[in-house]
């Protein structure tokens, strides 16, 4: 059973917006990623919030941003890229407290004449409009999202087109109603709901939590070149060819993050179950299990996740951190016993230092058969991955070594060893490489993924 007075006392601002609390302009902090149509991560996209100047961003090298200075409340962000000569947009709606932060929350973009919307209103058994009912659409990592105004009104612009999307209505009270909705490029599609009041049917506890913890060079915090964050973003490709994409899954960081060279982000999936009670999940995190106990960190309001992305800067390598996540009914808001399920199962994440390439150093000039590649040791690392790229990464440009990354053979170092004489294919003499090496636990749940290290032959 959750202690509602301690681990999600946070709610009760979310009961103050629902009574339509009124304050001065207050605000808080939005993270999440921003992919393209197809669920792939989008670099150096500019995140924002309309006729806020301070409230703006840009992704990471794996689409993730970290956005301050959100107006508290309701608020629309909106994201904005250009590929290959072509604009893409799209928009989310997140749900800001003052000095909380948002999580997952994603946005997904395409271009403009590619999108489609819906619109339509939320009702319930008697005809009567629900206000402040939300409507998901579920896309690509996380779900679009729209709240209904006084007479149960809504609309979702900026829906890729040629798609069919689980579309739920979802409000405190109610249980929840899903449809499947066959988005068209350039049409408004009419999608209307009515919701029967809820049962406080209880929730399952959420299975099979699992957790996976990067470590990244701050130096991509501060890149403003977009090939560089595309190329450890189709490294991290590499790493995970068949990551989870929804309906089944989900600015640099502030000055107060402790001073380092790494980033550190802690990814976590559990299984999908449909449930009509659902309103969404806590999230626990601590350093201890008192802590994890009564620490929740995030409530991810949103019936379609299965997964959360814990970016807080406050996250540091080689501490132990502990998590659980609880599903939450329907009549949670309403102060009602056993809306909450019990504990998921326990996870724990236990980040990397940064691993620091050492050899070649940028722009080395290195003899074509005495090519030597050493780098710092990462305490728990069972085993190192050394690439070698004849072009600079990206997606469309495979490691030049090791050819075959099922069997990478030398390419792959146990620990504590922490250098590679190379013995893969001639390198070539005039020719500009490309060297980096990732750290791994054996069951590849944490990773380290060192510099980039531009090098020539001669």
């Known amino acids: 059973m959750v202690r509602k007075s301690k681990g999600f006392c946070f709610l009760i601002a979310l009961v103050c917006v ?6 001065e302009q207050k605000f808080g902090i939005v993270s999440g990623t921003v992919t393209d149509v197809e669920g792939d991560p989008v670099a150096n996209a500019e995140v924002f919030v309309l006729r806020q100047p301070n409230a703006r961003t840009r992704t990471l090298h794996n689409g993730t941003y970290y956005l301050t200075n959100v107006p508290e409340g309701f608020t629309v962000i909106q994201a904005r890229a250009v590929i290959n000569g072509v ?6 709606v997140a749900q800001v407290f003052e000095k909380e932060q948002s999580k997952s929350v994603n946005l997904m973009i395409a271009p403009t004449n590619r999108l489609g919307s819906i619109e339509g209103f939320v009702q319930d058994a008697y005809g009567r409009p629900i206000e402040r009912a939300r409507v998901f659409v579920a896309g690509a990592l996380s779900s679009a999202l729209a709240i209904t105004d006084r007479r149960g009104n809504y609309r979702i612009d900026g829906l890729p087109g040629g798609y069919d999307y689980p579309v739920v209505a979802s409000a405190p009270g109610f249980e929840n109603v899903k449809q499947m909705v066959s988005v068209r ?3 408004v599609r009419p999608v209307s709901f009515t919701l029967n009041p809820s049962s406080n049917r209880p929730v ?9 913890t990067w470590t990244m060079p701050q130096a991509l915090t501060a890149s403003r070149n977009p090939a560089i964050r595309r190329a450890y973003e189709s490294i991290q490709a590499l790493l995970e060819p068949n990551r989870p994409q929804l309906p089944d899954r989900y600015k640099t960081p502030p000055p107060q993050r402790a001073q380092g060279d790494y980033w550190i982000e802690v990814d976590l999936e559990w299984d999908y179950e449909e449930q009509q009670s659902l309103l969404g999940y806590g999230i626990y995190r601590g350093r ?3 802590e994890l106990d009564r620490n ?3 409530f991810l309001r949103d019936p379609l996740a299965s997964f959360f992305a814990d970016l807080d800067p406050a996250l540091q390598p080689n501490v132990t951190y502990y998590y659980e996540i609880v599903a939450i009914n329907t009549d949670y808001l309403n102060d009602l016993p056993n809306t909450v399920s019990g504990r998921s199962n326990r996870v724990s994440a236990r980040p990397f230092v940064p691993i620091v390439l050492l050899e070649p150093r940028p722009n080395d000039l290195v003899d074509h058969l005495g090519l030597i590649l050493r780098w710092t040791p990462v305490e728990r690392a069972d085993s190192y991955l050394v690439l070698i790229y004849d072009r600079f990464p ?3 440009v495979s490691p030049y070594y090791p050819s075959d990354l099922s069997d990478p053979g030398p390419a792959r170092v146990p620990a504590p060893n922490t250098s590679l004489v190379y013995t893969g294919p001639a390198l070539i003499p005039g020719r500009t490489y490309y060297a980096v090496v990732i750290a791994f636990t054996n069951d590849r749940t944490t990773r380290a993924i060192s510099q980039i290290v531009p090098f020539q032959v001669r």
């Not at 629902?18 to 304050?23: E, H, K």
């Not at 604009?87 to 989310?92: I, K, N, P, R």
């Not at 399952?204 to 996976?212: I, S, V």
């Open 204 to 212: 399952n506890t959420p299975l099979n939590l699992r957790a996976t």
């Open 288 to 290: 201890t299990l008192e």
């Open 87 to 92: 604009e893409y947009t799209g928009q989310q």
């Open 18 to 23: 629902l009574a339509g609390c009124q304050n």
């Open 296 to 298: 929740a960190v995030a």
């Open 185 to 187: 490029a350039g049409e």
């Open 394 to 396: 990206d997606y469309q």
